[in-house]
């Protein structure tokens, strides 16, 4: 699909424009040829099942923008070798059980069958999540990451009558989400790699998107055509 993306200038290109456009894909295929698509877009984002498109994409357009799909704040019990999320379900909920959030009950929280609730905000899954990208990324000729999902409340995610007393409030969970911007870009920085963030209802807060977007090296906002806010939005 192609989604406008609203971007200062990629790192190391002075003068860029600041408006770019992408294609995101979770499965790539296309009619077009490799040449065609790598020169009709400034920006890629893939999935690093993908791979082995990077270096053909690269060579048919060395200023391509090739970004790594991860979600920051899911272990998905269906990818345990951490493809499209950030640690393996499978290794954390035996290592790690502290990484995961907890309802009111104290129990795990599921999303939906498959996606699990991790604490994005605990500096010790914030490591392991940056360097478990980095190293997919790295390995694989990406040029950097696409953080998916930085929302403005986890509850958009939670199932009804859940709560997280560890984040009892949309700030408490932004403040978090704050805090994992602020050490993934740099920590991406020191590898050679960009930092990309999806940008979901910041709206809803005042101020939210310019804080955020500050973080980031690029920016897309999920639902900026029809958030359900009118013309406030």
């Not at 770019?20 to 295929?29: C, D, H, I």
């Not at 999320?85 to 129990?107: A, E, K, M």
Request: aromatic share 10%.
């Amino acid at each position: 699909s192609g989604v406008g993306i609203i971007a200062p200038p990629p790192l190391g290109v002075p003068g860029a424009s600041p408006i770019a456009f992408n294609r995101e894909t979770y499965n790539y295929s296309s009619s077009f040829s490799t040449t065609q698509e790598a020169n009709g877009y400034q920006v890629m984002v893939l999935q690093s099942t993908s791979a082995n498109m990077v270096p053909a994409l690269h060579a048919a357009n060395p200023k391509l923008i090739i970004l790594m799909y991860q979600h920051p704040w899911f272990a998905r019990s269906t990818d345990p070798n951490a493809m499209s999320v950030c640690t393996s379900y499978q290794n954390d909920i035996v290592n790690h059980p502290s990484w995961f959030l907890r309802d009111q009950n104290g129990n795990v929280i599921k999303t939906n069958p498959i996606d699990y609730v991790m604490d994005i905000g605990n500096p010790a899954y914030q490591q392991a999540c940056v360097a478990s990208a980095t190293k997919l990324a790295k390995q694989d000729g990406f040029d950097g990451i696409f953080w998916d999902g930085i929302v403005a409340t986890d509850t958009w995610s939670l199932p009804s009558g859940t709560s997280v007393p560890e984040y009892p409030s949309a700030a408490s969970w932004q403040n978090a989400t704050t805090s994992f911007l602020s050490y993934s870009t740099p920590a991406l920085h020191a590898q050679g790699l960009t930092s990309f963030g999806n940008l979901c209802g910041t709206t809803l807060t005042s101020g939210l998107w310019q804080r955020w977007a500050a973080l980031v090296d690029g920016a897309e906002e999920e639902s900026w055509t029809d958030g359900g806010l009118g013309l406030v939005q």
